[in-house]
Each structure stands twice: as structure tokens, then as C-alpha cells.
């Protein structure tokens, strides 16, 4: 049965600012919502169950695509595809695919399943981490036409979701050709892996992000990604002045997945904010 984006409604307006419209075009939730399905999907733990998403094009053909996985549910996949899903449908850049899985709704056990070494945490991260790996890709894989080689499957997420995808492409590097990190919070530069310099990486943080337990000015993004650019790796780093806010992420998402995925020119969709904060190498 399909689930709808009410469900977290909430959320996301807390994502959606009221001067969101002098924001670049973008769709709306309901038209997201149209091309996104959702499944009760078991685990983590035994017994439990979490909202799996799929956002697949209605002009995608019926062979697999590139694929995003996407923390934080449809949080995630609104970050990632409120700009770009019309570019798809226009026929501007070619089909992906979206998979999006829900963080546990506790915020404590959310940042236990997302950082590994959690204070109090216990095994969360790895029994999360584990159940990604081992039963949401695989069944995206055998049911979604999701994409099964490295080059073209990818992980990302924004707050704590960008400390995830930090950690498990540096840990999985045999199956994830990059990731979409939006202003981490947690993330250390001695996680990098010496098969980053074969991967992609976005990397974005705002100088006005820095209240809580927040990095003041970006700097969590900085380090990271000076640990990228000595290691190698392709890398796109967007810093700016923004703070630790969902129009952001949104705004920073189109040139950034489209160079992720290599899909095309990223410059050719880019946003006014990553045209003036975005810079690529090597």
C-alpha cells in the first residue's frame, strides 16, 4: 500500500521557511508525492518495521538507473529531488532513482543509528548500517531496478544523515561511488579511507550553520573536505553563507547530484547558490 507525505508534513515545513518563494522553481510535495511509493519494510531491529521510499520517473525506462540512497525518509528525498524532478521530466538530464529509508523517530536513537560510537548507542549504528547493506539494497536491487554496480549507486543525506553517508561510503567503498554530504555534524576527517581518492564527493556547509552541538562557520564540512582534496578524490565543495536549513540542502542538491551521478553538466542546472559557493576538482 502506498504510504503519502503526510506523514511527515511536520517535518518538512519546518524545511520550508515562509521566504521560500523567492527560492529557485521547484515542485511541489504533492508532485513529488505522485512519483513516490512506499512499503513497510522489516527492521532494523527484529520485530520492528520503517517506511521504505521510491521516487522513479514516469519516463524512466524499465532498465536500472543510477541510484541515490537517502537518509531521513522523505525529508531526504524532497532535498534531493525538489529541483531536479521537473529537469527529469523535461527530458533535461536522464532518469534516477531515489531510495529512501526512515530514521528511527527518536531523535537520540536517530543520531545512535547515523554516528558510529554514539554515546549510549550500543550496536545501533552497526545493526542499522547492517540492514541497509544487507536487506534494503539488495531488495532495491531484485524489486526497484536499482542500479548494482558501484559506479553508479550513491549515498547521502544532510545533518546527521551527511555523517552516514560520510562513514559508509568511506566503509563501503566496493559499493558506493560517492556521496551527497549536506553540513555534517558529527564527521571526522580520520574516517577517510584510502580508496576515497576512487570515489566522488560532494560536501557542502553553511558559515552561518552554529548553534547546539553544531560545528560553528561549516567547519565540520571544511575538514572533511580538505581531507578529500589531499587524498585525491574528485570533489565538489559548496561553503557559503546559509545556515543548518532544509532551503539549503534543497538549493544545493541539483548541480551536486547531477555531477554525483554523472549525469551531465551540472552547470546547465545549478542554482544561483551553487553557482557563487560550488567548486569542483581535481
Request: proline share 7%.
Amino acid at each position: 500500500m502506498k504510504l503519502r507525505f503526510c506523514l511527515v508534513a511536520a517535518t518538512l515545513a519546518l524545511l520550508s521557511p515562509a521566504w521560500a518563494q523567492n527560492e529557485p522553481q521547484r515542485v511541489t510535495v504533492e508532485q513529488v508525492d505522485a512519483l513516490t511509493t512506499g512499503s513497510a519494510f522489516p527492521g532494523p531491529r527484529e520485530g520492528q518495521t520503517r517506511p521504505v521510499w521510491v521516487w522513479r520517473p514516469t519516463n524512466a525506462p524499465a532498465t536500472r538507473l543510477p541510484t541515490l540512497y537517502m537518509a531521513d525518509g522523505l525529508d531526504g528525498l524532497y532535498v534531493a529531488v525538489a529541483h531536479l524532478q521537473p529537469l527529469v521530466e523535461a527530458g533535461t538530464i536522464p532518469p534516477f532513482l531515489v531510495i529512501a529509508t526512515n530514521a528511527n523517530p527518536d531523535g537520540q536513537q536517530r543520531a545512535a543509528e547515523y554516528l558510529r560510537g554514539w554515546t549510549g548507542g550500543s550496536d545501533d549504528f552497526t545493526i542499522h548500517e547492517r540492514w541497509l547493506i544487507e536487506q534494503v539494497i539488495p531488495w532495491a536491487e531484485r524489486t526497484q531496478r536499482a542500479a548494482n554496480t558501484r559506479e553508479r549507486r550513491f549515498i547521502g543525506g544532510f545533518s546527521n544523515g551527511g555523517d552516514l553517508a560520510w562513514q559508509l561510503a568511506n566503509a563501503h567503498p566496493d559499493l558506493f561511488g560517492g556521496a551527497l554530504v549536506h553540513s555534517p555534524v558529527g564527521a571526522r576527517a580520520d574516517w577517510i579511507q584510502p580508496m576515497a581518492n576512487t570515489q566522488r564527493w560532494v560536501i557542502t556547509g553553511g558559515t552561518q550553520e552554529g548553534s547546539g552541538g553544531l560545528e560553528r562557520g561549516g567547519q565540520t564540512s571544511r575538514t572533511i573536505a580538505q581531507a578529500v582534496e589531499r587524498s585525491g578524490g574528485a570533489y565538489r565543495v559548496c561553503i557559503g553563507r546559509w545556515g543548518h536549513v532544509g532551503r539549503a540542502w534543497r538549493e544545493l542538491s541539483p548541480g551536486s547530484i547531477v555531477w554525483l551521478l554523472g549525469l551531465g553538466d551540472p552547470a546547465s542546472v545549478a542554482t544561483p547558490r551553487e553557482q557563487g559557493n560550488c567548486r569542483t576538482g581535481p
